[in-house]
């Protein structure tokens, strides 16, 4: 059974500084008699990208603009890019 991980902010300048030290070797903190280990976790901010927004930014496919891209066209809009960029770097290692 996984246990869902609670999120706490902290504010305090010194417990930052010392959670800080968390990046750099395994921190364990003690609180009456318990021993708790702290270990760093990256967070990423928000981002500012909704898959509306994404589809809406696409390049008209076949006169169609991007948010009625189905998600099959999508995919081939990928792998067409994926095999065009293999492509050009084959073509650049083979100049070289």
Known sequence: MTVEQKRIKVDDEGMRLLLEEATMHPLIVEINGAAYR???ER???DSPYTIDSVYASLPPL???EGESVSNEELENMIEAGKEANARDIRESLNEG
Do not use: A, S
């Open 43 to 45: 967070v990423l901010p």
């Open 38 to 40: 702290v270990n760093t």
């Open 62 to 64: 076949d006169g169609k």
